[in-house]
């Protein structure tokens, strides 16, 4: 009887202790958000004009993947989610928001970094994501401009926006946890970030504006527990960073010259830290 007590009593302390700080731990996410890495999405019309029968149909489908992994993380236990609008003609449809995250939409959102982001948040989904400019399977693949085909390098490695939102995180200490996107950016992703970090596919590509498409019902699914899995990942993610200064270096076709053969033009620079890393490209 008495050490039945004894142990009742430590027990108590230690849930006690334990306890409330485990429930109060806040498991903040920060979802970037692009839209060519979306389910059914694999032609630029569907991604470069805004509000097109067309683009406007493929942010329905933004919207459907992103409550998935919404529903995902919140059933995973992130108690914070804030979704940022990345694609450049941004994707968000106010009426189809998913409950249980917050939505940042339209342009310009000013400062530098990503809008929004801080060391506050525990871990970063890149959603929707692309592979980098030139990658053969690539769906849509470019970095930041697919027009002038733009291609950075940062101290010699060769990276697309998976690799630079990651740095940016980087810089904060966060993590990427979870990246969707089609097979080549999930690959691309735990090159860069390890296998630790969840990927969830949604199509494969054939070329460059060709996919075999994933039926919406079994993506969406996968999306969802993806998202849960991810949450549990988010201790055994490490951050991406760099060795700093940065040494950048970036490639274009300039627009300026013409067919048949566009000039190539190299632009080399160093940045002081990975903050800064999208300002002067
Ligand atoms: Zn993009």
Aim: aromatic share 8%.
């Amino acid at each position: 009887m008495r050490t039945h007590t004894r142990f009742q009593t430590v027990l108590a302390v230690v849930a006690a202790l334990v306890f409330p700080a485990f429930l109060s731990a806040q498991v903040k996410i920060y979802i970037m958000t692009d839209l060519e890495g979306v389910s059914g999405v694999y032609k630029f019309a569907q991604t470069r004009e805004k509000d097109t029968p067309l683009n406007l149909q493929a942010c329905e489908y933004f919207m459907q993947d992103l409550a998935a992994v919404v529903r995902g993380l919140r059933d995973g236990g992130a108690t914070e989610v804030l979704v940022v609008d990345g694609h450049g003609s941004q994707a968000i449809i106010p009426h189809m928001m998913a409950p249980g995250a917050k939505y940042a939409t339209g342009r310009p959102k000013p400062g530098i970094g990503l809008w929004g982001l801080d060391a506050s948040f525990t871990g970063m989904v890149q959603f929707g994501a692309h592979a980098m400019m030139g990658t053969p399977d690539g769906v849509l693949n470019h970095t930041q401009s697919s027009i002038p085909e733009n291609r950075y390098w940062y101290n010699g490695i060769e990276s697309g926006e998976l690799a630079q939102c990651a740095l940016i995180a980087g810089h904060f200490g966060v993590p990427t946890v979870l990246v969707t996107g089609d097979e080549a950016a999930c690959r691309e992703a735990t090159k860069f970030f390890g296998p630790a970090c969840v990927t969830v596919a949604v199509k494969r590509g054939i070329s460059r504006e060709a996919a075999v498409l994933y039926p919406f019902e079994e993506s969406r699914k996968a999306l969802y527990e993806g998202a849960r899995k991810a949450v549990a990942a988010i201790p055994q993610c490490k951050p991406y960073v760099l060795k700093l200064p940065i040494e950048a270096k970036m490639q274009y076709l300039d627009p300026k010259s013409g067919l048949p053969q566009p000039r190539l033009i190299t632009r080399e620079w160093t940045i002081p830290d990975a903050l800064h890393l999208l300002e002067s490209r």
